[in-house]
């Protein structure tokens, strides 16, 4: 059934208590978030399965709002979703997804969910959608003038230029690119590090494999050029995967290559995908 955070101060509690039995440290990374502005149960809409005054089954909808191909949507992301180990294969989970689409259908232009079990959710209605990453030429040339550090989010001024520059990013693509998202943004940024470039006022989120960069998201306010960003770094890398739609940064044909992400994407099949080589941005799955 449909809950509410606000008006039941014990519901978050009950229900990370559940998440964690079910996905172990999900719990440590929402109560941290709480200390950075980025709270689970203010951005999360919660759908519960109770038996005997026990709550034993949640699904999460998180609100998201993209521009995909020029246009803006508003999209249900469903996330959390569990049951306790001994009422499984009862039907609750049916029962929360049935309750879950009926609403989004309702309020929302799709939904979508992020799995490497996609079986689970086909009989909903869901469809994978493949994505790609982008392959970019260019010559490693640090710029001395730039400088590049890692933000520290439990210094209160570092925090604040992350969410201010998240909440008035610019779209990193016409193809798909998210709007005015943070906590999603905050929680990731607990395990996966956001360095900022402060001359060109903006984030990039990267990491570094065997001379390989992979740059998984920019956030800036203006249009910058793909090049200035990378040559802040100064780790050496020797090829650069992008790991969003880069039409923002560079001109097409793409290089694209299939992409392999841990979870793939599922979208509501009611709704149709027009970036023909789609990819989520990284720092934002859910």
């Given at each position: 059934m449909f809950a509410d955070y606000a008006s039941d101060p014990t519901l978050y509690e009950e229900c990370l208590t559940l998440l964690d039995s079910c996905f172990p440290g999900i719990k440590t990374i929402a109560d941290k978030g709480?200390?950075?502005?980025?709270?689970?149960?203010?951005?999360?809409?919660?759908?519960?399965?109770r038996q005997n005054?026990?709550?034993?089954?949640?699904?999460?909808?998180?609100?998201?709002?993209?521009i995909i191909q020029g246009k803006h949507y508003k999209a249900a992301a469903l996330h959390g979703i569990c049951t306790k180990v001994e009422f499984r294969r009862k039907g609750y989970f049916r029962q929360l997804m049935n309750e879950a689409m009926q609403y989004t259908s309702e309020h929302y232009d799709f939904s979508f969910l992020f799995t490497d079990q996609p079986y689970l959710y086909e009989p909903f209605g869901f469809k994978v959608v493949a994505e790609y990453d982008f392959i970019y030429d260019f010559s490693f040339?640090?710029?001395?003038?730039l400088t590049l550090r890692k933000l520290d989010l439990d210094n209160p001024n570092d925090l604040e230029i992350m969410q201010?520059?998240?909440?008035?990013?610019?779209?990193?693509?016409?193809?798909?690119?998210?709007?005015?998202?943070?906590?999603?943004a905050t929680l990731n940024a607990m395990h996966d590090p956001v360095f900022y470039i402060e001359a060109l006022n903006a984030l990039i989120i990267y990491q570094i494999k065997h001379e390989v960069l992979y740059v998984k998201d920019i956030v800036c306010e203006k249009s910058l050029e793909?090049?200035?960003?990378?040559?802040?770094?100064?780790?050496?890398?020797?090829?650069?995967?992008?790991?969003?739609?880069?039409?923002?940064?560079?001109?097409?044909?793409?290089k694209a290559i299939k992409a392999t992400p841990e979870c793939c994407i599922m979208i509501s099949k009611d709704f149709e995908m027009k970036c023909p080589t789609f990819r989520y941005i990284e720092s934002q799955r859910c």
């Open positions: 709480r200390t950075h502005n980025a709270y689970w149960d203010k951005a999360s809409i919660p759908f519960i399965v005054q026990q709550l034993i089954a949640h699904l999460g909808i998180l609100p998201f709002h993209f040339k640090k710029d001395q003038n201010s520059l998240y909440l008035k990013r610019q779209p990193i693509s016409n193809c798909f690119g998210i709007i005015n998202e943070v906590t999603v793909l090049n200035i960003v990378l040559s802040a770094i100064s780790q050496k890398f020797s090829k650069v995967v992008l790991q969003f739609s880069p039409d923002s940064f560079l001109s097409p044909p793409f």
